[in-house]
Protein backbone atom coordinates (compact mmCIF):
# COMPACT_ATOMS: atom_id res chain seq x y z
CA UNK A 1 0.00 0.00 0.00
CA UNK A 2 0.81 3.48 -0.51
CA UNK A 3 1.35 5.71 2.27
CA UNK A 4 -1.93 7.49 2.51
CA UNK A 5 -3.71 4.48 1.66
CA UNK A 6 -1.81 2.67 4.40
CA UNK A 7 -3.40 6.03 6.79
CA UNK A 8 -6.44 5.28 4.95
CA UNK A 9 -6.52 1.83 6.04
CA UNK A 10 -5.93 2.46 9.75
CA UNK A 11 -8.86 4.76 10.25
CA UNK A 12 -11.08 2.17 8.72
CA UNK A 13 -10.07 -0.24 10.96
CA UNK A 14 -10.87 2.29 13.48
CA UNK A 15 -14.50 3.33 12.36
CA UNK A 16 -15.00 -0.56 11.29
CA UNK A 17 -16.63 -1.76 14.64
CA UNK A 18 -18.62 1.39 14.66
CA UNK A 19 -19.63 1.16 10.92
CA UNK A 20 -20.60 -2.40 10.96
CA UNK A 21 -22.74 -3.07 13.81
CA UNK A 22 -25.91 -3.80 14.04
CA UNK A 23 -26.95 -0.77 15.42
CA UNK A 24 -25.38 1.42 13.09
CA UNK A 25 -26.80 -1.07 10.22
CA UNK A 26 -30.19 -0.81 10.64
CA UNK A 27 -30.35 2.92 12.98
CA UNK A 28 -27.92 5.17 10.77
CA UNK A 29 -26.54 3.53 7.64
CA UNK A 30 -29.12 5.49 5.72
CA UNK A 31 -29.41 6.31 1.64
CA UNK A 32 -30.92 9.09 -0.33
CA UNK A 33 -34.21 7.93 -1.80
CA UNK A 34 -33.57 6.77 -5.71
CA UNK A 35 -35.93 6.43 -8.02
CA UNK A 36 -34.89 3.74 -9.90
CA UNK A 37 -37.44 1.51 -12.25
CA UNK A 38 -34.31 -1.33 -12.06
CA UNK A 39 -34.99 -3.39 -8.81
CA UNK A 40 -32.32 -6.01 -7.87
CA UNK A 41 -32.21 -9.16 -5.43
CA UNK A 42 -28.94 -10.22 -3.41
CA UNK A 43 -28.38 -13.41 -2.97
CA UNK A 44 -26.35 -14.50 0.30
CA UNK A 45 -25.19 -17.88 0.56
CA UNK A 46 -24.26 -19.01 4.15
CA UNK A 47 -22.24 -20.99 6.34
CA UNK A 48 -22.08 -21.38 9.99
CA UNK A 49 -21.47 -17.19 10.05
CA UNK A 50 -24.58 -16.78 12.00
CA UNK A 51 -23.05 -14.47 14.58
CA UNK A 52 -21.24 -12.16 11.74
CA UNK A 53 -24.15 -12.34 9.36
CA UNK A 54 -25.05 -8.10 9.80
CA UNK A 55 -22.13 -7.32 8.49
CA UNK A 56 -22.75 -8.41 5.01
CA UNK A 57 -26.19 -6.51 5.26
CA UNK A 58 -24.01 -2.94 5.40
CA UNK A 59 -25.16 -0.51 2.29
CA UNK A 60 -27.68 -2.82 1.32
CA UNK A 61 -30.49 -3.34 4.01
CA UNK A 62 -31.73 0.32 3.29
CA UNK A 63 -30.52 0.60 -0.11
CA UNK A 64 -33.98 1.27 -1.95
CA UNK A 65 -32.67 -0.19 -5.36
CA UNK A 66 -32.45 -3.50 -3.50
CA UNK A 67 -35.81 -5.20 -2.75
CA UNK A 68 -34.99 -8.49 -1.50
CA UNK A 69 -32.19 -9.96 0.53
CA UNK A 70 -32.32 -13.69 -0.14
CA UNK A 71 -30.15 -15.72 2.51
CA UNK A 72 -29.66 -19.55 2.10
CA UNK A 73 -28.09 -21.55 4.17
CA UNK A 74 -26.13 -24.81 3.52
CA UNK A 75 -26.72 -27.19 6.14
CA UNK A 76 -25.39 -25.16 9.06
CA UNK A 77 -25.82 -27.05 12.64
CA UNK A 78 -28.71 -26.00 14.11
CA UNK A 79 -26.78 -23.59 17.11
CA UNK A 80 -24.91 -22.02 14.16
CA UNK A 81 -28.51 -21.61 12.54
CA UNK A 82 -29.93 -20.16 15.88
CA UNK A 83 -27.55 -17.65 15.57
CA UNK A 84 -28.32 -16.90 12.25
CA UNK A 85 -31.74 -16.08 12.87
CA UNK A 86 -31.74 -14.42 15.75
CA UNK A 87 -29.19 -12.38 13.85
CA UNK A 88 -31.49 -11.71 11.13
CA UNK A 89 -34.39 -11.03 13.29
CA UNK A 90 -33.61 -7.42 14.67
CA UNK A 91 -33.60 -6.35 10.60
CA UNK A 92 -36.20 -8.56 8.50
CA UNK A 93 -37.80 -6.47 6.18
CA UNK A 94 -36.49 -7.34 2.96
CA UNK A 95 -34.66 -10.40 4.24
CA UNK A 96 -35.94 -13.66 2.90
CA UNK A 97 -33.98 -16.84 4.84
CA UNK A 98 -34.35 -19.97 3.35
CA UNK A 99 -32.50 -23.58 5.54
CA UNK A 100 -31.59 -26.79 4.01
CA UNK A 101 -30.19 -29.18 6.34
CA UNK A 102 -27.85 -31.50 3.93
CA UNK A 103 -24.83 -29.65 3.10
CA UNK A 104 -23.86 -29.52 -0.41
CA UNK A 105 -20.73 -27.12 -0.66
CA UNK A 106 -20.22 -23.38 -1.53
CA UNK A 107 -21.11 -24.03 -5.53
CA UNK A 108 -24.40 -25.99 -5.48
CA UNK A 109 -25.46 -22.93 -2.94
CA UNK A 110 -24.35 -20.36 -4.87
CA UNK A 111 -26.72 -21.70 -7.80
CA UNK A 112 -29.56 -22.45 -5.63
CA UNK A 113 -29.82 -19.41 -3.82
CA UNK A 114 -29.76 -17.05 -7.38
CA UNK A 115 -32.32 -19.51 -8.24
CA UNK A 116 -34.31 -18.20 -5.09
CA UNK A 117 -34.27 -14.83 -6.21
CA UNK A 118 -37.34 -13.18 -7.57
CA UNK A 119 -35.74 -10.54 -9.90
CA UNK A 120 -33.91 -10.93 -12.97
CA UNK A 121 -30.78 -8.92 -12.15
CA UNK A 122 -29.19 -10.37 -9.07
CA UNK A 123 -26.10 -9.35 -7.02
CA UNK A 124 -24.32 -13.17 -5.67
CA UNK A 125 -22.44 -11.62 -2.37
CA UNK A 126 -20.17 -14.10 -0.35
CA UNK A 127 -21.43 -14.09 3.40
CA UNK A 128 -18.46 -12.49 5.31
CA UNK A 129 -17.81 -9.76 2.45
CA UNK A 130 -19.32 -6.19 2.52
CA UNK A 131 -20.61 -4.21 -0.79
CA UNK A 132 -19.36 -0.24 -0.48
CA UNK A 133 -21.71 1.78 -1.79
CA UNK A 134 -19.89 3.21 -4.96
CA UNK A 135 -19.88 -0.74 -6.31
CA UNK A 136 -23.68 -0.77 -6.43
CA UNK A 137 -23.05 2.87 -8.00
CA UNK A 138 -21.46 1.81 -10.42
CA UNK A 139 -23.84 -0.99 -11.55
CA UNK A 140 -26.63 1.80 -11.56
CA UNK A 141 -24.33 3.74 -13.79
CA UNK A 142 -24.83 1.69 -16.72
CA UNK A 143 -27.25 2.57 -19.08
CA UNK A 144 -28.63 -0.99 -19.95
CA UNK A 145 -27.38 -4.25 -18.36
CA UNK A 146 -26.48 -7.04 -20.79
CA UNK A 147 -27.72 -10.48 -19.97
CA UNK A 148 -24.63 -11.97 -21.42
CA UNK A 149 -22.40 -10.16 -19.26
CA UNK A 150 -21.25 -10.74 -15.26
CA UNK A 151 -20.26 -7.37 -14.11
CA UNK A 152 -17.09 -7.85 -11.85
CA UNK A 153 -15.40 -5.64 -8.95
CA UNK A 154 -12.28 -4.29 -9.89
CA UNK A 155 -10.52 -3.68 -6.17
CA UNK A 156 -11.39 -6.80 -3.49
CA UNK A 157 -10.59 -4.04 -0.72
CA UNK A 158 -7.78 -3.90 0.74
CA UNK A 159 -5.74 -6.69 -0.38
CA UNK A 160 -6.69 -7.55 -4.22
CA UNK A 161 -6.61 -4.95 -6.54
CA UNK A 162 -8.04 -5.06 -10.24
CA UNK A 163 -8.16 -1.70 -11.00
CA UNK A 164 -5.76 -2.78 -14.03
CA UNK A 165 -8.45 -4.87 -15.88
CA UNK A 166 -10.90 -2.09 -14.95
CA UNK A 167 -13.17 -1.04 -18.44
CA UNK A 168 -12.23 -5.19 -19.39
CA UNK A 169 -15.12 -7.11 -21.58
CA UNK A 170 -13.64 -10.62 -21.43
CA UNK A 171 -14.64 -13.41 -23.74
CA UNK A 172 -13.65 -17.38 -23.39
CA UNK A 173 -11.30 -16.70 -26.40
CA UNK A 174 -9.51 -13.45 -24.47
CA UNK A 175 -9.28 -15.42 -20.77
CA UNK A 176 -7.45 -18.38 -22.60
CA UNK A 177 -4.70 -16.27 -24.01
CA UNK A 178 -4.65 -14.60 -20.48
CA UNK A 179 -1.48 -15.07 -18.06
CA UNK A 180 -3.72 -17.19 -15.67
CA UNK A 181 -1.36 -16.92 -13.04
CA UNK A 182 -1.69 -13.44 -12.25
CA UNK A 183 -5.05 -13.04 -13.49
CA UNK A 184 -6.16 -16.58 -11.68
CA UNK A 185 -6.95 -14.24 -8.30
CA UNK A 186 -9.32 -12.11 -10.31
CA UNK A 187 -11.48 -15.05 -12.13
CA UNK A 188 -11.77 -16.79 -8.49
CA UNK A 189 -12.93 -13.69 -6.93
CA UNK A 190 -16.61 -13.02 -6.24
CA UNK A 191 -19.36 -11.08 -5.46
CA UNK A 192 -20.84 -10.78 -9.00
CA UNK A 193 -23.70 -8.81 -10.38
CA UNK A 194 -25.66 -11.02 -13.07
CA UNK A 195 -28.84 -11.90 -14.81
CA UNK A 196 -30.29 -14.53 -13.40
CA UNK A 197 -31.66 -16.72 -16.22
CA UNK A 198 -28.11 -16.51 -18.33
CA UNK A 199 -25.90 -17.23 -14.91
CA UNK A 200 -28.80 -20.73 -14.26
CA UNK A 201 -28.41 -21.97 -17.78
CA UNK A 202 -25.10 -22.24 -17.94
CA UNK A 203 -24.33 -23.62 -13.92
CA UNK A 204 -26.73 -25.97 -13.40
CA UNK A 205 -25.89 -28.79 -15.49
CA UNK A 206 -22.70 -28.59 -13.60
CA UNK A 207 -24.61 -28.48 -10.40
CA UNK A 208 -23.81 -32.00 -8.57
CA UNK A 209 -19.85 -31.18 -9.25
CA UNK A 210 -18.01 -30.09 -6.25
CA UNK A 211 -14.77 -27.83 -7.09
CA UNK A 212 -13.95 -26.86 -3.04
CA UNK A 213 -12.58 -23.47 -2.90
CA UNK A 214 -12.69 -22.76 -6.88
CA UNK A 215 -16.09 -22.39 -6.67
CA UNK A 216 -15.95 -18.82 -8.70
CA UNK A 217 -13.01 -20.29 -10.82
CA UNK A 218 -15.02 -22.86 -12.18
CA UNK A 219 -17.91 -21.17 -12.49
CA UNK A 220 -16.58 -18.14 -14.15
CA UNK A 221 -15.31 -20.83 -16.54
CA UNK A 222 -18.51 -22.64 -17.22
CA UNK A 223 -20.15 -18.82 -17.80
CA UNK A 224 -17.56 -18.12 -20.92
CA UNK A 225 -18.11 -21.59 -22.15
CA UNK A 226 -21.06 -21.01 -22.59
CA UNK A 227 -20.52 -18.08 -25.08
CA UNK A 228 -20.70 -15.10 -22.44
CA UNK A 229 -18.36 -12.83 -21.15
CA UNK A 230 -17.01 -11.11 -18.16
CA UNK A 231 -17.22 -7.05 -17.40
CA UNK A 232 -14.71 -5.40 -14.76
CA UNK A 233 -16.65 -2.41 -13.31
CA UNK A 234 -14.36 0.50 -12.91
CA UNK A 235 -14.55 2.07 -9.18
CA UNK A 236 -16.75 -0.77 -7.63
CA UNK A 237 -14.77 -2.11 -5.15
CA UNK A 238 -16.14 -4.38 -2.21
CA UNK A 239 -14.92 -5.02 1.42
CA UNK A 240 -12.96 -8.89 1.18
CA UNK A 241 -12.24 -10.09 4.57
CA UNK A 242 -10.10 -13.16 4.80
CA UNK A 243 -10.53 -15.69 6.93
CA UNK A 244 -8.93 -18.61 8.23
CA UNK A 245 -11.74 -21.03 8.09
CA UNK A 246 -12.53 -20.07 4.53
CA UNK A 247 -12.97 -23.07 2.46
CA UNK A 248 -10.06 -22.17 0.25
CA UNK A 249 -7.76 -22.81 3.32
CA UNK A 250 -9.37 -25.83 4.55
CA UNK A 251 -9.45 -27.69 1.27
CA UNK A 252 -6.34 -26.01 -0.42
CA UNK A 253 -4.48 -29.39 -1.87
CA UNK A 254 -7.93 -30.05 -3.52
CA UNK A 255 -8.23 -26.61 -4.23
CA UNK A 256 -4.79 -25.85 -6.41
CA UNK A 257 -5.33 -29.30 -8.21
CA UNK A 258 -8.44 -28.03 -9.55
CA UNK A 259 -7.80 -24.80 -10.52
CA UNK A 260 -4.69 -26.01 -12.16
CA UNK A 261 -6.86 -27.99 -14.07
CA UNK A 262 -8.89 -25.69 -15.03
CA UNK A 263 -6.17 -23.34 -16.34
CA UNK A 264 -4.99 -26.12 -18.13
CA UNK A 265 -8.32 -26.64 -20.01
CA UNK A 266 -8.50 -22.68 -20.42
CA UNK A 267 -4.92 -21.77 -22.37
CA UNK A 268 -5.52 -25.16 -24.53
CA UNK A 269 -8.84 -22.94 -25.11
CA UNK A 270 -11.02 -26.11 -24.35
CA UNK A 271 -14.82 -25.16 -23.19
CA UNK A 272 -16.48 -27.02 -20.53
CA UNK A 273 -17.23 -30.83 -21.28
CA UNK A 274 -19.02 -32.90 -18.12
CA UNK A 275 -17.52 -35.89 -19.57
CA UNK A 276 -14.10 -34.51 -18.64
CA UNK A 277 -15.14 -33.60 -14.99
CA UNK A 278 -17.00 -36.55 -13.95
CA UNK A 279 -12.94 -37.84 -14.27
CA UNK A 280 -11.16 -34.68 -12.26
CA UNK A 281 -14.28 -33.82 -9.93
CA UNK A 282 -15.60 -35.14 -6.69
CA UNK A 283 -19.97 -35.73 -6.88
CA UNK A 284 -22.14 -34.50 -5.05
CA UNK A 285 -24.32 -37.95 -2.82
CA UNK A 286 -27.43 -36.14 -1.83
CA UNK A 287 -30.03 -35.07 -4.47
CA UNK A 288 -30.56 -31.55 -5.28
CA UNK A 289 -33.40 -30.49 -2.08
CA UNK A 290 -35.47 -27.44 -2.48
CA UNK A 291 -34.60 -25.65 0.90
CA UNK A 292 -37.38 -24.36 3.45
CA UNK A 293 -38.46 -20.42 3.54
CA UNK A 294 -38.11 -19.46 7.70
CA UNK A 295 -40.20 -16.87 8.87
CA UNK A 296 -38.44 -13.80 10.59
CA UNK A 297 -39.96 -12.52 13.51
CA UNK A 298 -39.00 -8.58 14.48
CA UNK A 299 -36.54 -9.00 18.02
Known amino acids: MKLLEKFQ ?49 KNILNDSRINEIVILDDG ?31 FGTKIQVVSLCSNEWVILLDSDNSLFRKYLDSIFQI ?29 FQKCSHMDLKRFGTFINDGNYFLNKTNYLKALLPYREFIPFGTCSFFANYLWLSNGNKLEVLRNAPYYHRVQADSIWVNT ?21 DKDTF ?18 LHSA
Not at 83 to 103: A, D, H, P, T
Not at 147 to 154: A, V
Not at 278 to 295: R, V
Request: aromatic fraction near 14%; charged fraction near 25%.
Open 9 to 57: YKIFQKTEPLLFSPFFIKNIDSFPKINSSRQISVAIPHYKRGKLIHLTL
Open 76 to 106: SSSEEFNYLVENLSRFCGKIKLFRREQNIGS
Open 143 to 171: PEWENDKIYCSDFAYPSFKFQDLSGEVID
Open 252 to 272: KSESLKIADFIEDMLTRGVRA
Open 278 to 295: TAQFQMLSNKWIEPTLIP
